[in-house]
T-cell receptor
């Protein structure tokens, strides 16, 4: 079956611009996570959705970052006034449900964001 | 103290030997542990998870968990060049399951 998909695969933008990154989770997965991975580091948690609501956004670095999941499926991560330090690979993951014993999180291929 | 710690390597192991990857975690309440493999330029891929103390085997992979020592390891038997990758240890947060990752250990299998 289809895995998690993310678009675009690469995004180059200029400092100060606005970007949107899209994630299409595995069909039927209610939990969706965004992570950010810098070179040489493990992924760092940004935000988690259970259904349509953001259940935990404690990892968002500041108010320039925002994410939505209006219909409980596709999610969009939005970054305003991008800065060079935002350059990283943005990973999306989904799982069947975030309850009880940990469900496997399946990762998408990521979006490599470069801010010039 | 970082919540999940791994030796970043690189770790070089001859083909056919056993590769041993280690991870320590700080939260004594952690219940489950995941090992992900990440090839260069690719996304993380789950290879093993473990909940109970002791060993769990899956093919050439064995995960070992010692909750008293807050230590989890991954052994790869009969290492192959295709095992060359970065191995990430991850611990989910109880309740919402967000994963806290270590920095990963870069493993190279030498033919």
């Amino acid at each position: 079956g289809a895995g998690v998909s993310q678009t675009p695969s690469n995004k180059v933008t200029e400092k100060g611009k606005y970007v949107e990154l899209r994630c299409d989770p595995i069909s039927g997965h209610t939990a969706l996570y965004w992570y950010r991975q810098s070179l040489g580091q493990g992924p760092e948690f940004l935000i988690y959705f259970q259904g349509t609501g953001a259940a935990d956004d404690s990892g968002l670095p500041n108010d320039r970052f925002f994410a939505v999941r209006p219909e409980g499926s596709v999610s969009t991560l939005k970054i305003q006034r991008t800065e060079r330090g935002d350059s990283a690979v943005y990973l999306c993951a989904s799982s069947l449900a975030a309850s009880g014993r940990s469900d496997t999180q399946y990762f998408g291929p990521g979006t490599r964001l470069t801010v010039l | 103290q970082k919540e999940v710690e791994q030796n970043s390597g690189p770790l070089s192991v001859p083909e056919g030997a056993i590769a041993s990857l280690n991870c320590t975690y700080s939260d004594r309440g952690s219940q489950s542990f995941f090992w992900y493999r990440q090839y260069s330029g690719k996304s993380p891929e789950l290879i093993m998870f473990i909940y109970s103390n002791g060993d769990k085997e899956d093919g050439r992979f064995t995960a070992q968990l010692n909750k008293a020592s807050q230590y989890v390891s991954l052994l790869i038997r009969d290492s192959q060049p295709s095992d060359s990758a970065t191995y990430l240890c991850a611990v989910p947060n109880f309740g919402n399951e967000k994963l806290t990752f270590g920095t990963g250990t870069r493993l190279t299998i030498i033919p």
